[in-house]
């Protein structure tokens, strides 16, 4: 069974940056894409970045050009880097790991953006 555990959240100043870090553990790292959610109190859930088993990435347009997503084969983590952080990123940020129509998810990360 897949397991996904985040960490690297917390509270930044505007401006700031995190990383954050998904640990993937129970099957085989390379064969999944990775995503990175994120969900902000009293909306819905929203797709930030994807990463494939290729290594192609793509991002929501609220995000390009601060953050970057990565993924480290041999640590079996994917990362999210994020940068020129702005309130309206305080949000959950959820490791998501999908091949075909198996679909796994992280606990979470708090992540808050705050002066």
Same mark, same amino acid.
């Given at each position: 069974? =897949?397991?996904? =555990?985040? +960490? &690297? @959240? @917390?509270? =930044?100043?505007? @401006? &700031?940056?995190? $990383?954050? /870090?998904?640990?993937?553990?129970? +099957? #085989? *790292?390379?064969?999944?894409?990775?995503?990175?959610?994120?969900?902000?109190?009293?909306?819905?859930?929203?797709?930030?970045?994807?990463?494939? #088993? !290729?290594? $192609?990435?793509?991002?929501?347009?609220?995000?390009? &050009?601060? *953050?970057?997503? /990565?993924?480290?084969?041999?640590?079996?983590?994917?990362?999210?880097?994020?940068? !020129?952080?702005?309130?309206?990123?305080?949000? #959950?940020?959820?490791?998501?790991? $999908?091949?075909?129509?198996?679909?796994?998810?992280?606990?979470?990360?708090?992540?808050?953006?705050?002066?």
């Amino acid at each position: 069974q =897949v397991q996904l =555990v985040e +960490s &690297g @959240g @917390g509270l =930044v100043q505007p @401006g &700031g940056s995190l $990383r954050l /870090s998904c640990a993937f553990s129970g +099957s #085989i *790292f390379t064969w999944y894409n990775m995503l990175w959610y994120r969900q902000a109190p009293g909306k819905q859930r929203e797709l930030v970045a994807t990463i494939t #088993i !290729s290594s $192609r990435t793509n991002y929501t347009d609220s995000v390009k &050009g601060r *953050f970057t997503i /990565s993924r480290d084969n041999a640590k079996e983590t994917v990362y999210l880097q994020m940068n !020129s952080l702005k309130p309206e990123d305080t949000a #959950i940020y959820y490791c998501n790991a $999908r091949l075909q129509q198996n679909v796994y998810w992280g606990q979470g990360t708090q992540v808050t953006v705050s002066s």
